[in-house]
């Protein structure tokens, strides 16, 4: 049995997230760059762009273009993987970068490539959600414009009960798994997908479950890119004369 | 008619800086009658209520008749590759840098300018569709020989505190030294060996020193400098 | 701000070495003097082992999986020791996405070397049922931040997640094996390491950072074991040493190799 008492496996109640927490900045060499905790989820990601694009003939005359990468490095689940791109990575590559899209103005450059690389660390549930929520904070630490952040949070389904933030034990037994990418100020969904089987008031509820969750998360974003630059702009607001 | 930040505080992309009638400026966009920041910055409230948000990582986007400051990434036939900082990369044609006609089948551009070279150049072309073009034909242009070159986050200096850039006349008249400041970031001092790390230390200090007082410090530290 | 640059006439390798005749590095190091070296252990609790290695501002990162898995035919009694190493373009912008080349390849082969050399793992202690099951030990090794010198880093991290790895106890039942929810260390005797050294013009300098390693001629990486003896030589790139040059790196690299072993066994 998945739910006993109302609580889930890990303890937590049909509502709550897993502890998150996110860095801003770790890596040197990207242009931004964003280390996501969630729960037993341990994502890495590097922003680097706007840039060049080889080969030129990819690039687009009148915006810039997205390349994602998601990856899972071999040891990041319990039976190793193999470190080749598999199918399922591809999709999510893809499906990533299409929930990042319209969060950015692609348009302020024309020409150049702006490229996002995921590696899992640490998997164990809704990596592609996390991955989603640690990108944008990336995004936004390179300096690229954009209309709004991008956090995502998976729903599913439990013994007939709606779970926000679905660990993979639950992902794997349960009857159903539903992530979720929102634009949370502007109130547009980017990212939707589904397995398992949702009646109409289920899907409902379960959307509203996501917007909770990524409610709390867009705080917890806004948070770690305020936190890596508080220092600077109280010395700002002091030092203007 | 709200404004839901103070001026000088951090705002996110997608913070809702306003409701009703501004103006809005760089780095904020206007849907319906709500102001939004599109970047990760402080936001800056101007007299005539105009919004504006400088970000905190300045990507740099050539315009026509900007001065930067380039390094040689590639020698060609007939132009140089620049690297200006920017994600576009610039061009130098042959013929915006020499006055007189060279036969190229007979001379190696290498002789003029090699790749790790650094030049003050102005942005003559930009139209998104092809690279931005350079000419190192007008006075005060060229390679630079011999020097420092530093590179900082240009847009909070440009943005936020004007004041400092003029700052930067009076240390070269001080110190005797030149510093051209490029809008791509990138700044170069030329001068005697001997004075050139005072005038890092107090670039160092126009550029990145934002604390309680520093201007009215900066100011009197310049003041006091003696060649 | 980015340290002030200097610009001269000529290109950045003379003014690297010009000050290198003064025994001075553009970072301000000495010649034989390592980065700021940090290890944390465990980081991903779920692999068998894991380390992360920030080598100046490298960061590299490992992590150790133990796999049941058939015998290779011809070590039919010995467990399997299996690197794998990736240059991810997360990492830095001169690292295109793409299946391993043969720099990835070569950094694999040169870690898995010296660990084998070394007897590092003991592979005759993971044969489960000799000839039928025993442990395949992977070690998968990420690089996160590319500033030179991934192959000391590199070797430091596999090392490192070796030494800490734990694996689950199994035991042997008639014809099956059950696997214990206990943990036990997996079988390191020995902590090998590598010291990699980078020759620009005459001079000869460790730990290269990434600026010296876009000026130098050639490279040469030592693996030395626990009892100093050399297990490992790698010498990579166009330029060449002399025979003066290589013993009196490979007489540096034992003297070097003891700090960073240290660090290692402070680790358990």
Redesign the interface.
Same mark, same amino acid.
């Given at each position: 049995m998945i739910l006993e008492d109302g609580r889930r496996v890990d303890g937590r109640r049909p509502d709550e997230l897993r502890p998150t927490t996110i860095e801003v900045g770790i =890596? *040197?060499?990207?242009?931004?760059s964003a280390l996501i905790r969630q729960g $037993?989820n $341990?994502i890495?990601v590097?922003v680097? @762009?706007?840039?060049?694009l080889h080969p030129r003939h990819l690039a687009l005359?009148?915006r810039a273009i997205i390349r994602c990468?998601y990856?899972m490095?071999?040891?990041?689940?319990?039976? #190793?993987k193999s470190?080749?791109p598999t199918r399922r990575e591809i999709e999510l590559s893809k499906v990533i970068r299409e929930a990042l899209e319209p /969060?950015v103005?692609l348009s302020?450059?024309?020409?150049?490539t702006i490229?996002v690389?995921i590696?899992v660390?640490?998997a164990?549930g809704g990596t592609r959600t996390a991955s989603i929520t640690a990108a944008s904070v990336a995004l /936004?630490?390179? @300096?690229?414009?954009?209309?709004?952040?991008v956090t995502a949070v998976a729903v599913g389904k439990v013994d007939g009960t709606l779970v926000l933030d679905l660990n993979h034990v639950e992902d794997q037994y349960g009857d159903g798994d539903m992530p979720v990418a929102m634009?949370?100020?502007?109130g547009q969904i980017t990212l939707l997908q589904a397995d398992g089987n949702f009646t109409l008031e289920e899907f409902k509820r379960g959307l509203e479950l996501a917007m909770q969750g990524i409610r709390r998360l867009y705080e917890i974003q *806004?948070r770690a =890119? *305020?936190e890596k630059? +508080?220092s600077?702009?109280l010395? =700002?607001? $002091?030092? #203007? +004369? | 008619m709200p404004i839901f930040f103070k001026s000088?505080?951090?705002v996110?992309?997608?913070?809702?800086i306003a409701e009703g009638n501004y103006r809005a400026s760089e780095?904020v966009?206007r849907t319906d009658n709500k102001y939004?920041s599109?970047?990760?910055g402080?936001l800056r409230i101007g007299k005539s209520g105009s919004l504006s948000v400088i970000?905190?990582?300045?990507?740099y986007?050539p315009e026509v008749g900007d001065i930067v400051v380039g390094k040689v990434r590639d020698v060609g036939v007939t132009s140089w590759l620049i690297d200006i900082n920017s994600?576009?990369?610039a061009v130098l044609q042959l013929s915006e840098a020499l006055s007189k006609p060279i036969d190229v089948t007979k001379v190696d551009l290498r002789q003029y300018l090699d790749i790790g070279d650094v030049i003050v150049a102005k942005v003559i072309e930009f139209d998104?569709?092809r690279d931005p073009m350079l000419t190192i034909k007008e006075s005060r242009l060229g390679r630079v020989t011999e020097g420092l070159l530093l590179e900082f986050q240009p847009f909070?200096v440009y943005k936020?505190?004007e004041?400092r850039l003029k700052l930067i006349e009076e240390v070269k008249s001080k110190l005797k030294c030149d510093i051209i400041v490029g809008k791509n970031g990138r700044v170069v001092v030329m001068g005697a060996k001997d004075r050139l790390l005072r005038v890092v230390d107090v670039l160092m200090m126009i550029f990145e020193?934002?604390?309680?007082?520093?201007?009215?410090r900066i100011r009197k530290y310049i003041s006091k400098l003696r060649d | 701000m980015s340290k002030p640059e200097e610009i001269i006439p000529k290109l950045k390798k003379d003014t690297i070495m010009s000050l290198l005749s003064k025994g001075r590095r553009i970072d301000n190091r000495a010649l034989n003097e390592f980065r700021q070296l940090k290890v944390e252990v465990n980081?991903?609790?779920?692999?068998?082992g894991?380390a992360l290695v920030s080598l100046g501002?490298t960061?590299v990162?490992a992590?150790?999986?133990a796999?049941l898995g058939s015998p290779y035919p011809d070590s039919p009694n010995e467990g399997a020791q299996i690197v794998?190493a990736?240059l991810? %373009?997360?990492?830095? %912008?001169v690292f295109e %996405?793409g299946? %391993?080349g043969e720099e990835d390849v070569e950094l694999s082969r040169v870690v898995d070397r010296t660990l084998r050399s070394a007897k590092a793992i003991d592979l005759k202690e993971l044969a489960i049922v000799p000839g039928r099951r025993v442990w395949h030990i992977?070690i998968?090794i990420?690089a996160?931040?590319?500033?030179g010198n991934l192959i000391d880093a590199s070797m430091l991290a596999a090392i490192a997640a070796a030494y800490t790895a734990k694996i689950p106890e199994v035991e042997v039942r008639g014809n099956g094996i059950k696997i214990k929810d206990e943990k036990v260390n997996l079988p390191v005797k020995d902590i090998p390491v590598t010291v990699t050294f980078a020759k620009i013009g005459n001079e000869i300098v460790v730990d290269p950072c990434y600026e010296e390693e876009l000026v130098m001629d050639s490279r040469i990486t030592f693996g030395i074991d626990s009892k100093g003896n050399i297990c490992s030589i790698q010498k990579g790139l166009r330029g060449t040493f002399t025979i003066k040059e290589v013993i009196e790196a490979a007489s540096l690299a034992r003297e070097l190799s003891e700090e960073l072993r240290e660090i290692i066994v402070k680790l358990k």
């Open positions: =890596l *040197k060499n990207a242009d931004g $037993k $341990k890495i590097a680097y @762009g706007p840039r060049e005359p009148d990468r990856h490095v071999p040891f990041s689940v319990p039976e #190793r470190p080749a /969060a103005i302020s450059f024309p020409r150049t490229d690389f590696e660390l640490q164990d /936004a630490d390179a @300096g690229i414009p954009m209309r709004d952040l634009m949370p100020s502007l *806004k =890119l *305020k630059y +508080s600077l702009a010395e =700002l607001r $002091k030092g #203007r +004369s | 000088g505080s951090i996110l992309p997608g913070d809702v780095g966009t939004i599109l970047y990760l402080i970000p905190f990582k300045h990507i986007v994600p576009y990369p998104y569709l909070l936020v505190l004041s020193d934002f604390s309680a007082g520093s201007t009215e | 980081v991903v609790e779920r692999a068998d894991s501002n960061m990162i992590g150790v999986k796999v794998n990736e991810i %373009p997360l990492a830095s %912008p %996405p299946p %391993p992977y998968d990420y996160l931040n590319h500033d």
